[in-house]
C-alpha cells in the first residue's frame, strides 16, 4: 500500500460508469466529496456523512458502499458504478427505475439514487424478494418523504414482471 | 369557463410526475452541485457546547494565521456588519447570525471560518479560543416558568415573552353546567422531519451595486425576505434570492435557512469572495429546528350523554433560545380551529410563549397541529373512559353536523365543505372497522395487549398571512391590520407556441411541476408534456409576495389557483386572436388537442401555435389595442382570509379538510413495542388534483407521524447539553416499521377556491401520533402517555420502572453508569510499585503526561493544578481539548481528589474524581471513582460509546500508569478507541 502525505493532493483514477476518470485528492478526502466536487457527478447525495441513511451508497467493485465513509484514496483503482449509470445511454429508465416513476417511488429523490444502488446489488443476489425481505433490505436506507409504500410497491412489481 | 372545465382531461388523474426522470438518473442538481465561481471559498461554523454561558472571550488570532483560511468572524463583525432580526413580538429578544456577549444553547453559531475548502475551514475550528463563563440554563419549559429560573434574556426579565387569553361563547356557564369536567394534562415532545438534504448557501455580495446574491434551498416563506434584507441594511431589491428546481427535502424546516443566509451574506462581504456554507447533520439535528415542544392543560366541559359543551384550553410552547420569524406561529396558525372537528361554540384559551436554553423552535410540517390535536383527541378520548362510551361514539355525538357548510367555528375558522359524519361512516365501512374490533377480542382472549385508536381531525391549509396578528392586542393589530395571501403564477407561450410555467410555489419533491402542468394542460387544450413548469425561483425576476414559498400545504388552493388564473388569461388572449382568424365570436371556441377551433364547426381551426406565434411574428395583425406577445401572471389571494376581528375571531386557514383515522396496535408483553396491525386513514381534501401525488403525500405524512409517535424526539440532558446528535440517537422510522396505511379518499370540493382543492400533506401529522396513542391507552387501559411511546416508556407501563441489574456476576474491574450525559464510574486496579511510586508519578508533571492517553502537553500552572493539551474522541468524533485539572485533598501518599474540565471546539466537559492508593501484593491498589458531564458534539453524537469509551481510556490510564511506575516505556502509539474496538472484537 503506498504512503499518503497527509495534506498532499494524490491522484486518484477509477472507473466510474465504465469510463476512466482521473482527479486530485487528499487522504482525508470522503469519496462523496471526491465524486462530486472533483469529479463533478449529481446522484452521490450527502445526507447524514456518518452512514446511516444511505443517501450516498455507490457500488465500489460491485460492493455497496456508503461513499460519505469512504475515502477517496480508496478507491483508486476501482470501479465504480453510480446511479448515472441505471439508464440507457439515450435516457431510457431501466425498468426499475421505470417500475419508481409508476409507483410513485420517490418524491424529492435525494435518497433515490443510493437506494437504486443498493436494490442493484441486492436483486443480483435476491431477484423475487418477498415484500417482508424487501422491507428488511430497504431498511438500510432512510427516506423522510415517501412512507416507503411506492418504492416497495415498484421494486415487488418490478420483480414480478422480470424473467427469471 | 365552462368547457374548460368540461375539457378537464389530466387534472384529477393519477399523471406519473414529470419531475422523476432527471431524480432517478441522479442528475439532478440540488444546491450542492450549483456552480460556483472560481475562487469561491468555504465556510464552517464554531458552535457552542454550552446551553448557556457568557462569552467572556473569543480568540482567532491562530485560526486567522492558518494556511488557506481567509478570514474568521465572530458576533463582533456580526454585530457591526448586520443587525439583530426582526421579531413577530414586541420584546427585546436579539438574535445575531452568531453568538453575541452569550450563547443560549448548545449548537448556537458562535464563529465562522472562511476558508479554501471546507475541510480547512473545520481545522481552523480547532485553533479558535473561546472563554466561556458557564451559566445555569433553563431547559425545562414547566421549571423555566418559575420565579428562580434562570433567565435567556435578562432585557426581557422572564422566560415568558407573552401570554394571551382569549373567550369565545360563554366558557364559564359551560363549565358551570357540565355534568363532568374531564382534565388532561400533556406534554407533546420536540420533534422535526429532518430532510436528508441539509442547508446550502452560496452568497456573493456584488459591491459596485451593494447587492448580496444569494442561492439557497431557502423555502419562504417570504415575509422572511424582509427580516434578511433589514438585518443586511439594504433594500429588498438589494437581496437577490434564487432557489434551484431541486431540494432535498423541506417539510417547513427550510424555511430556518434565513439566519445562515445573512450570516454568508455578510461574510462574503468581508472577503470579497463568494462564499458557501453546507450544513451537516449535527448541525442539523441540534441547530436547525425543532417544532415546540407544547404543555397543555386541557380541560372538556361534558353533559353525561357524551355532549361536549366546552374546551378550556392552557398552552405552553416552548420555542427555545430565540423566536426566529415566523414564531410563534405553531401556536397561533391552529387557533381559528381550536374546537377541531367538534361542534363545540364555548371556548376558552390562554396561550403562553416560553423561552428556554434549546435550539430555537421553527415551522415544521404541521405547523402546530400535532401537538393540538394531541390534546383534543386524548381528551375526547378520555371522555369515552370517564363516561363508559364508545370513543367513536363521543367522536360522533361531538361532530360538526352535515349541511352546516360553510360553518364558522368558535374562533374564527371558516370550515368551507365538508360532511364529517358521513366521512366517517364512509370509513367504518370500507375500512371495515368491525373486523377491526372482533380482531381485538380475538388477541385480546389470546392474552395480548390489543388496543383500537381513533382520531378525528380538520386539516387546515394556505394560512392566513393575519394569522400572527392575534398575539397582539386588538388596538396595536388595528393599526396595522394583516390578512390574505398571495399567490402568484406565470404562463408564457413563446413564438414557436411553446408553454412554459414558473410560479411561487418552491417545491421540495411535492410534484409541483406535475400538477401544474395537468391544470395548463387541461385550460389549454394540450398534453401536460408540452408544459415545461420552470419552478427554480428568483426573487429578482419573478413574481412573489409575501406570502411565496411551500409550507402550510399551500400549493392545491394557492399557487395552483393561481396558474390556473394565468393559463385563463392566456387561453381568453388567444381566443380573441383566433377568433380574429375564424371569424366566430371568442365564446364559441373551445382548445382541443393543440388546436383552438369553432365549437359548431370543428373543421375551422387554427392550430394553437399559430395563433400564439401571432402575437409574436405579427403583432400588428392584433386585435385592436391588444398587447404583443403572450405572457400572463396570475395573482390570486382569497377574499375569506381577513385580519382578526374585534372578538378576536380569525379564520386562520383558507381551507379545511377532514382527515378521521383509526387503527389496530398489539404491544410485545416482553420488549414493549408498539407494532401497527392496521392503519385506515380517510381524507377528505376537496377536489383531488392528482391521486398518485395525494397518496404519495398522505403516505409521507404518516411515516413522519409513526416517526413522532413511536421513535422520534430531540433529547436534553439536563444542563441543556443536546444528546441526539446522530441518526442512530434520533431514530428516525425505516420501511422495517412503517406499514402501509390503507387510505379512503372523499371529495367534498371547497367553496372557497376554484380548483375545489384542500390541503393533504399535513393530515396525517396531526391524527396520527394521537390515533396511535389512543391505541394504546386503550391496549393498556391507561391515560398519561408522552410520545414517543418507546419500548422503555410501554415497558415501564406494563411492568414498573426498571430496576437496577441485581445479578452483575461478572467481576468487572470498572462499572461505569451513564446517567443521560453524566458518566460515573468506579474500579480498582493493582499497578507495580509502592503506593508512594505511583503517588510521585502523579504528581510529576513530565511523568503525568506521559501517561495520559493523548496528551500532547501539560505544564503545571499553580500548586496542583495542570493544564494539558489532549486530543481525545469518542468514534468517528475526535478532537484537541484544553484540560484543566487541579488536585486537591491530597493525603500523601494516600488519597486525592481530581477535578476539572475540557474545553475544545467538540465540546465541554467538567467532572472530578477519587483515587485512593493502598498497599497490594504485587504493588499499590488503586480504587477510583468519577462522575463526568458532557456536553457538546461528544455529548451529541457520542452517547451510546461514551460508557465503552470511558472505560476503554480509563483502563488505558492505568495501564500507562502501571507501565510508568514500573519503569517500563510507555507505549503510546495506540490510540484508545483501538483498544476499545479490540475489547469488542472488532480489531485484532
Redesign the interface.
Known sequence: MPQLNKGAHHPVTLTLNGDEVTGHA?P??LLSDFL?HEIG??????????G??G?CTVLVDGTVMRACLTLAVQADGTEVE???N??SDD?E?SGL?QA???H?G????????GI?MSLTAYLKENPKPTEEE???M???????????????KAVLDYCENQET | MADAAEAKKYLGQPVERVEDEILLMGKAQYSDHLPTRAGTQHAAILRSPHAHAKIISVDTSRAEKMPGVTAVMTGDDVREMSEAFLIVLRQPINQWALAVEKVRYVGEPVALVVARDRYIAEDALSEIDVVYEPMKPAIDQEEAVSDDAPIVHETVGSNVVSTRNFSYGDPEAAFAEADKVVKLKIRYPRNSQTPLEGFVVTADYHPGEDLYDVASNYQGPFTSHPVMSMALRVKNSQLRMRTPQWSGGGFGVKVQIFPYVVLICIASKKVGKPVKWVEDKLEHLSAAAAAPNRLIKMEAAVKSDGTVTGFRFDQQDDYGAFLRAPMPGPLYRMHGILTGAYDITNLAVTNRVVMTNKCPSAMVRGFGGPQMYYAIERIMHKVAVELEMDPLDVIRKNLVPAGVFPYRAAAGALLDSGDYPAAIEKAVEDGALDELKKRRDERRAAGKKYGIGYAAIVEPAQSNMGYLSNILPRDERQRNPKGGAVANATVNVDPLGTVSVTADSIPQGQGHMTILSQIVADVLGLTPDHIKVNLDFDTAKDAWSIATGNYSSRFSSATAVACQKAAEKVRAKLSRIASQTLNVPPDQLEFVEGKIRDTSNIENAINFYRAAGSAHWTPGNLPDEMEPCVRETGSWSPPELESPNDKDQINTSLTYGFVFDFCGIEIDDDTGEVKIDRYVTLHDSGTLLNPLIADGQVHGAFAWAVGCALYEEFVYGDDGSFLTGTFADYLVPTSWEVPEPEIIHMESPSMVTPLGAKGIGEGNCMSTPVCLANAVADALDVDDLTLPLTPAKISALIHGEEKPPTNDTIAADTSTKGEGNVLQGSGETVVPGEPQDVWDTLLDPEALAAVIPGCHKLDQVGDNSYEADVSLGVGPVRGRFKANVALSDMIEPEKATLSGGLIGPLGASRGSGHVTLSAADGGTKVAYDYAIELSGTVASVGGRLLEGAAKALVNQFFQRLGAQVGGEPVTGDEPWWRGLLRSLGLVK
Open positions: 487528499e482525508r478526502m462530486t457527478i449529481t446522484s452521490c447525495h450527502v445526507g447524514c456523512e456518518h446511516v441513511c443517501a453510480t446511479a448515472e441505471l439508464a435516457g429508465l427505475q419508481f416513476k409508476k410513485h420517490l418524491q424529492c429523490g435525494y435518497c433515490t439514487p437504486l424487501l422491507r428488511d430497504l431498511s438500510g436506507h432512510l427516506c423522510r418523504c415517501t412512507g416507503y409504500v411506492g418504492m416497495v
